[in-house]
Structure formats: structure tokens, C-alpha cells
């Protein structure tokens, strides 16, 4: 293989610069020509394609977002738009591709593969954490610490008026990202797709607390609860217990960008070299992952149908610290 | 005077612990006895206060919110309660005060003074920046702080994915957070009480961005402007230009909360030692404020009827770098 | 076992404070009484011990440092020292110990156990990461990020100046912290006592760099490096390049404060309340650790004893990222 | 004047960018090319000048460090460097320069003009403040956070060890980054070149603390301090007081780094902005500042040889705050 393709797609997430970098870095190191794809899916079917080199990814390492930007393409799930893309990928030479994302992103490839025979490794690039194949993906834990320093900050003033904070965190699908921020800012109570909690558990649960004298509380609700949006929640919650000065924050777009953190720009960097060298060494339509510390590759089938259990020793936790 | 008490009421904002702190070790300084109350003027009614000394206020200057806590009255605004607010003044020997809040703390110290003869010293603390008599109130510089960095990642992913965002910051009566965070988070319109920006204006400006290939837009919105909140006004901008993509971003309590910056943490210990040095020297009914870098004391009456217009140089700004 | 305590010995990391919330509160919800020893042995041996409840512990998870100071004492490495140690817990009727600290805190625990038979089980809180027994240590994170965000801020200024900068972080034993730091801020060079890397190395590095119009560089040195110092590793390098224009940054204690990241407050969590369980079902002599993201006891002996490698594709990667 | 150049020049602050920014869109907005000149007056010698459009600062709003580059120039010492340079903006056609920098930038413009008669306006960056002609500089609040920040951390450590810590800060010349610094910080002492504080001093008053049971202790250190650095000072102390204990911390260049604060991102703007409108308007041999909120001009003369005094309510400060 001597020419390759970088892109994102999906929901940005930090570390895909890092990611990104990677791959470029490796790839020259490999000595493989590298190019960078724009707009994801619809940037191949329009043929937005670029050569990069060492300088290309300078000083991006620290970049949230995607220097690459991304897309969600309705083209690429059309018999045309596929074709447009491998007629544009055959163009510029490139024999390989590394796709940087989530869910929908080797989806996509998977029936590329199936169609045009491009083969593509996948690094794992989404700030909810929700993919099977890998312990975390790449943004996972600066979302969780964005999320955290918002709930310091709303703690701050939730403490001051004796407050109870309903806080929204994204997660459509899975908690995680709750679970985590929930743990880390001394949540009373985590809501999670996951897991079963009523408003009237909720509404017990602050009652117990009120008894130990917990004069305010912190609830952490992940947007895909069952339950519930936050502000729903909050307005069952509201109307038992007849407190109208119960607040909701809704954290949103905030937790998609930023710094990376130590942890994703190492998470990161690996992911993206592992995608390029096992690409280069054979593998197609599969995801690299970290699992214990170790770099495993699974297919894109099992990535994107198998799911990922919350470990149950955090969801334990909540309970007992908020004793 | 030999006994005094202190006190934060209304919404809380970063930087009234460093002013409790400046205050307490001020009263210190000048061999005072110094009593803190709690919950604003509700803990003022119910007694609940208690002596301070130098340990009192140890390692709080850093901290969010209020170790005094506070809370908004309603039984002040009897005379009842104040009736009951002046016997336990009595009753611990209190002879001044300092007050610690906005506009609504203000106003209450004032007819408690007239009805009482009770001297009390404000300090301005309120992320608004709203009142008059002080260049900067306590508070509002971690504000724009904290919503610059949320702008700041929002803009990471408005780059990724080519998007507008509008961003709701806090500001009831007051463009002051909005501008600041909107020049400083590059945003490309800022919209605020003080002037009329109609929905019509803000389509025009993206579109004559468009026309200069700009791929995404921020723009900030203060909750108290007259076209509407951020959601209302996204979603006339929405239908007019047929974007479905636009987002909307509502930064809400987080602006309370946060560890001060070093800018409030100085304003705050030189209002709060100076509200208690006026006092001292017999200044009653005022707010301590800074003006020109020189410590004022301007009356409770004119900081809440007065305006302060905002430096018209920094709307004529937001145009210009735009561009 | 009804009645136990917490203490945190040798360097503090961030973190401690959440990991004895966790033991605290863990202790409460399995109905043991919980005391705190303050200031390490050195309170075990002047009975600096107090009771704690839910209320001692609230408000600390997002604090650095710990509230239940720490020192390294002299005379517990004396009999006499243990004697009067031993007594204490005898008086306060103590019948197990939770640790929280590193290598010297565990020998302690170990040769205590042989004397006098009071079983301690402990929780690995150090930002070297460097104990066998578990991946992460409590602060490990905290202290990398904190790295990180000061190279950032040094590569602004070297990038606008064309420098060499040669940053120390911590690590007397151990360059964990300097090669996740240096992959994380894209430094060209990581100098790790693990690895041997020459004066002579670092020479030709950037030279090669400067033949692909490299203009600045960042060479992250683990304090206790075999090559000598940060200070004196320059030294050399400016003399052999003669290039006057190197600086050189110490990071310093700044690496053991902050509020600990999220990471740090969900391992020190699940950390502490696996040390308080693990004694309560008869652990002892042990540490808790996490491998793999399970719970693990090992005794105290390997601990001090074994080394943890670390992991060879890091290494690798600074080399391959730099190009 | 239809052609204009900007440059930094002398240490990067930031918020240089910010005002680098301000300068190009004002420029577009007033129908005047711009261009930019790389590495200061090297740059200008050798002519490495480029034409900027509105996309050439796209971004660059929250980054340190200059996208212009910095270097201190020997060159422009001289009487055949000076003549290069003006052959180099005559080529060029540029009539006016904005030079962004500090005192040795401004005399070297000052001798520009009287040879070549180049009108320039300067905007006042860098992290000292110690410009007369200005109330604030560029750089300054973003480095005082970052101080702050790392004080922080450092009393964190501090605190849980019950230790005395000595943090050097820059300044060679001015106290203005440790006084405000220190007071955010709740130092205990504050040494700055302004003042005369002896070792003798801080040793009397570091007694006194331990008399009012302090336990641990911050010491701000400029690095221009008359005493001596904060090493030689903290030798003196430790030797006196016989306290091995004691830390010594030098923050160095992360000082110069990071993403600009609010406040100087709106100073830069404001500053920038102004000094193009000054130059297009016919100022010339000024540097634009913001005295009490408004824009003034001030030749370079007096910014060069007068002195701005630190606050004298800043340092009484200190003194209280500590007690």
C-alpha cells in the first residue's frame, strides 16, 4: 500500500487532531504517502482531497475539534454517492483509508468494503464513550472533565442558595458520560439509559437527604435517560415536593469541544498509529481499540452491533458516597 | 463603632469569599469584633450569626459562592421582619454593617436605615456589572471568564461542522457579559438590551458573512434582550434562512460558580477593606466602588437608579472585527 | 471489626481528599465508626486522631492537598515511635487502618503489622505512578494534565521565539510522568530514567530536526534522569550547538496541587472504598489497586518490591510522532 | 496612507494575536492594505513580508504566542541594518508601521522615525505592565492568572505539609505581576523591586505567623527584587530559622504562554484597533493605551523613560490581608 487516506465524520470529538496527526506522522515514518479527506463521506463523493505532509499537522496536537472537519452525509448512503467516492478515491491513487468516528462512520465503510473492496481501519472517535471494542474512546474523557468543571461551578452556587441542580449531560444512548461527571462532582443521584431510576426515586432519595440535613443536591441526568429529558424530570420533581427553586442546567455543545486532556491526546496518538499500521499490515473493516492497555482490533460488525456495559462498581458508588 | 456584621444577599457571584475574607481580616486589623451572618437578610431575622476570627476565613479566598450563604428575602420586605431583623442586631451589640449584593441588597439596607438608623457599607457583588458607581462589580470578571471559555469550545465544533451557534449568557438588565464575551470570543454578532439588533439585522450580517466564505458564525445573546431569547431568535433566523443545522447553546448557572480570577480576587478585597474602612470613618448608606482605579463611595440611591451605559467602543468593535 | 481509621503519609497528590470521602463514607454505610489520623504516623503517635462523619467529608472531592495533612515521620521508624503509635489506636480502641500514600507509607504498614498485628490495607495515592499493583496511582492524572497545560503554554512562547526549551516534571524513579507529559505536548525528545538517552542523543535529534525546518523544540526531562538534570542536560547541549537562546523550566510543586481530574476523583473513589471493604472482609497488609479495571489486592511486600515497566509503544511513539 | 505593516517585536504576551487581529480587520474595515512583517525587525532587514487578508487571523483570537513571530534584533542597532530595513518597506511601498511590543521596540521605532521619518503607533505588549502611557498592558492579566493558578496549586501541597513556599514570579523591573498575584494568592509576604523588604523582615514576620498559629506560608517573589532571587532568598530564611522545609518554586516562561484571558483579549482589540485608527489619523512616535477606559496616545519617549508606580493601596494590602 502506498497511498492512504485520513478522514472524520461524525460528531467532532477532542483528540481527532491528535489522532490525525498520528496517522500523518506514521504514515511518513512508514513512508506511505498520505492524504486528508474534508468533510468525511462528503468530501470523497466531491473529491475534497488534499496531500498532506509533516507540517500539515503542526501544532494541531493541542486543537479541540477536527482540522479535517466532519459531516454527517445523506449522499453517502445512496448507491450514487458511493460510487462518486470510490470513482474519486481511484483518482488520486489512494489504495486505503483510515476513518476517524463512531457508529454511523464504519457503518458506512463496512458496506464500502462490501461494495468497492476499499479496505479501512477505523479509530474510535466520540466523546460518549458508547462503542464496543475499545475500554475508551478518543474525547471521552475531556467530555467527562468539561462536564465536571461545569458541575464544580454549578455546585459553587447550588451550595451558596442551598439549591437542588438538575444537570443535563449528553449521551444519547449511554451513560457513561453521566456515570463519570456524576461520580466526580459527588452527585446525589446519576440517571442512566442504562438503569431504572423513576422520578419518585429521585423524590425519595432528596427526602432521605433533607433528613441528614443535605441542604442542596446535585442531579445528573444523561439526555437519553428513559425517564426523561432533564427538564422533564425536574418538573415532575418540582411539583411533588412543591420547591419551585430547583434549577436546570442543559451543559450541551460545550462538552464537544476544548483541549484534549492528557489522556485523550495519549489515547489518541495510539489509536491513530495503530489504525495506520494495522492497515498497512493487513487489516481492513476494522476498529483499533485499547482494551487493558493493549492495542486489539475488532471488526466493524461486532463494534457497531455488540454493546458495552457500564461497569456496575460505578454505578454502586453513587449510592454509597452520597451517604 | 466596636461590633460589626457581615453579609452576602442576592444571587451569589466568585469572588464575595475574598471580599468576606478582606472584610473580616480588615475588622481585625483595626480591632473590631466582626460577626458574619448568614442567608442575606433571612439569617439576619432568625439570628443566625456567629463571631468570625482570622481562622474563620482561612483558605476561602479562592473558593466560589458564599461561606456566608445567601438567599433573597421576602420576609425583609416587611416590616415585620425587619422590626425582627433590628432586635437581633440589638441582641449581639451589632452597630454597622456590611452588606454584600446588587440592587436588591442595596435597597433593603437603605429603608432599614431609615427606619432604624442602622449604618451599612456595601460592596458591589454581581456578575452583571449592572450597578452604578463602580467601574466593575465583584464577580463579573470570572463571568465573562467562564463564558468566554464555553464560547470557546462551541467555536471548536461550530469549525468542525461549518455551523452557527447562538449562546445565551446571563444579563436580565445588562449587555455587559454579552459584549465582553462576544469580543472576546470573536463572535460575529452581539446581541444586548441596550441596543436594537432585530432578527433581520442578524440574518443580513450571516448572509453578507457567507458571501465572504465564512463557514461558521457565533453569536451571543444576553438573556434579557428585547427580541427574544436565544432560542426564539434562532428560530426566526432558522426559518428564514432554511438552516436546520443552527444550534443553540444556553450557558445558564455555570457563570455563577468558579474559582475567582485574580481580577475579582483584588477588586474583591479592596472593595470589601474599603466598605469596611468607610464604614469605619463613618460612611453609611453607600457602595464602596472603584472608579479610575480610585476607591468611591457613591450613595445607595444613585447605584440603583443610575445607569451605566456601556463604552460604546466596544459595540462599535464587535462590527469591525468581523469583518 | 467496628472501629478503624484513615490517615494520608508522605507526598500529598490530588485526589487524597476524595479517596477519604470515599473510606468515610464507604465506613458510614457499612455502620463502622470512622476516625482520622492527622499528619501521617506522626499523629498516630501524638494521637492527633479524631471522629469523623458524613459532614467531615463534604465539599472535598474537587479539593487537592488533604485535609488530613500529611508528613513523613522520623520517629515512626523508630520502636519507640511504633510503641507510642500502637498505644494510641489501642486508646481510641482502633482495629484496622486504611493508608493512603506510597513505597514509604506501605513499609511502614508492613513492619506495624509484624510488631504489633494491626491490619492496614492501603490505597497507592502518589502523582509518580510508580507502585506495583495497580496502573494508575491517585494523582497521577491530575499531575500529567498539569504538566501538560504548562508545556502548552511554554510551546506559545517557544513557537513565537524559534527556542529550545528543556521542561523537568517530576520523577526521581520513575518517567511515567515525563513520557505521557511529552506525548502529550508533542515534545521532539522524552528523557526517562527507564531508558538510556545521551546528551549526544538529544544533539543529533535536533540536528536532524533542524535539516526538516524544525524551529523549536520541547525535550521533556524526568527529574531523576541518569543523564543529569534538566539544567545541566542543557548545559551541554548549549555548549556543544552553541545556541544561547535554550531555556530551561522546572515545573515544580505546581504538579503536586489542583483539583484532581475527573479520572483521578472516580480511581481515588473506587480506590478508597475498595481499601475500606478489603478490610472489612479481612484484607490486610495489601494494597488496593486497579488492573485492567478490576479491583486487586497485593501485599505490601510486592508493592514496594516489584517494578512496573512502562509500556514500550510509548516510548515509541515519541520517536515516531516527532518526525 | 494606503499601505501599512504591523510586527511584534522583544518577549511574547498574550493577547498578541488578539491585537495582530484587531489590527488587520481594522485595516480591511478602513480600505487600507496590510501586511505583516515575521520575527520583528529582523524580519524587516531581511524582508520577510507578507501581504494579510481577513482570512490570514481567522482563529487566531485565543492563541498565545504570536502567529508574527518575535526576536530581538541586534541588527537594528545599527545604522546599516536601520537602512536595510527602510529599503526593504520602500520596496514594499508600506508609509506606516503598528509595532506591538515594549520599550526596547518603541526606542528602536523612535530612531527609525528620526532617519527615515517612518511614522509608527505602538500597542503596549507585554507581560510586565511596567509601560508608562497605558493602565494595562497585554499580556499582563492572562500572566497574573497563570501565576495565580499555579500559586494555587503550590498552597495546595503547601497546606497539607504545613510548609513555606517561595515562588518566584517574573519582573525584572517592575512588582506589578507579584503584587496582584500575590494578593490573589493570600500571600503572606509580597517582594518587589519597588520596596525595600529585608530577609531579616520576612523572617519577623513569618515568626509572627507562627505566633497566630500559621502553619503554612506563600512568599511571592519578583524576580528583580533588590533582596536577591527567591533561591538566594530562601537560603537566608531557611538558614535563620533553621527550617529545612522550606520550597522554592521559579514559574518561569509558562508565565508568557497560554490562551489570553477576557480582559486581555478586549485590551488587545481595543489597542490594536487603536493604534491603526492613530496611525491612519495621523498620530505618529505613540503608543495607543487605555487610561480610566479611554483611549490616549502618549509619545514613546514618555512610555521609555517615565515610571508608573504600583498602587500604594495594592501593597498596604498585603500587610492586612495576612493577619
Known amino acids: 500500500m502506498k497511498k492512504i487516506a485520513v478522514f472524520t465524520s461524525g460528531g467532532d470529538a477532542p483528540g481527532m487532531n491528535a489522532c490525525i496527526r498520528a496517522v500523518v506522522r506514521g504514515a511518513i515514518y512508514h513512508?506511505?504517502?498520505?492524504?486528508?479527506?474534508?468533510?468525511?463521506?462528503?468530501?470523497?463523493?466531491?473529491?475534497?482531497?488534499?496531500?498532506?505532509?509533516?507540517?500539515?499537522?503542526?501544532?494541531?496536537?493541542?486543537?479541540?475539534?477536527?482540522?479535517?472537519?466532519?459531516?454527517?452525509?445523506?449522499?453517502?448512503?445512496?448507491?450514487?454517492?458511493?460510487?462518486?467516492?470510490?470513482?474519486?478515491?481511484?483518482k488520486f491513487g489512494i489504495e486505503g483509508l483510515i476513518a476517524i468516528g463512531g457508529d454511523g462512520t464504519f457503518t458506512g465503510a463496512n458496506i464500502f468494503y462490501e461494495e468497492y473492496g476499499v479496505p479501512t481501519v477505523g479509530a474510535p472517535g466520540t466523546i460518549d464513550n458508547d462503542l464496543y471494542g475499545t475500554d475508551y474512546t478518543i474525547g471521552f474523557d475531556t467530555a467527562v472533565n468539561t462536564a465536571l468543571q461545569a458541575i464544580d461551578k454549578i455546585r459553587d452556587t447550588a451550595d451558596s442558595h442551598d439549591r437542588i441542580f438538575f444537570i443535563e449531560v449528553m449521551g444519547r444512548d449511554s451513560g457513561y458520560l453521566a456515570i463519570q461527571s456524576g461520580i466526580g462532582g459527588g452527585a446525589e443521584i446519576v440517571m442512566v439509559p442504562e438503569t431504572r431510576t423513576s422520578s419518585a426515586d429521585v423524590i425519595n432519595i432528596l427526602k432521605q437527604g433533607w433528613n441528614r440535613k443535605k441542604t442542596s443536591s446535585i442531579i445528573v441526568v444523561a439526555e437519553g435517560d428513559e425517564e426523561g429529558d432533564a427538564l422533564q424530570i425536574a418538573d415532575k420533581v418540582k411539583q411533588a415536593l412543591n420547591d419551585k427553586d430547583m434549577r436546570v442546567t442543559i451543559l450541551g455543545h460545550i462538552q464537544r469541544g476544548g483541549s484534549p486532556t492528557a489522556a485523550d491526546r495519549t489515547l489518541a496518538s495510539r489509536l491513530g498509529l495503530g489504525a495506520l499500521e494495522g492497515l498497512l499490515n493487513g487489516e481492513k473493516n476494522k476498529m483499533a481499540g485499547i482494551i487493558n492497555d493493549k492495542l486489539v482490533y475488532t471488526s466493524f460488525k461486532e463494534c457497531i452491533t455488540l454493546q458495552k456495559p457500564i461497569n456496575p462498581d460505578l454505578l454502586r458508588m453513587v449510592e454509597i458516597l452520597s451517604v
Open 31 to 90: 513512508q506511505v504517502e498520505i492524504y486528508g479527506i474534508r468533510y468525511g463521506y462528503n468530501g470523497m463523493i466531491k473529491g475534497d482531497i488534499y496531500h498532506m505532509n509533516s507540517h500539515s499537522v503542526s501544532n494541531i496536537l493541542q486543537k479541540g475539534g477536527t482540522i479535517l472537519k466532519s459531516a454527517r452525509s445523506q449522499d453517502f448512503r445512496t448507491k450514487e454517492g458511493r460510487q462518486k467516492a470510490y470513482e474519486q478515491l481511484q
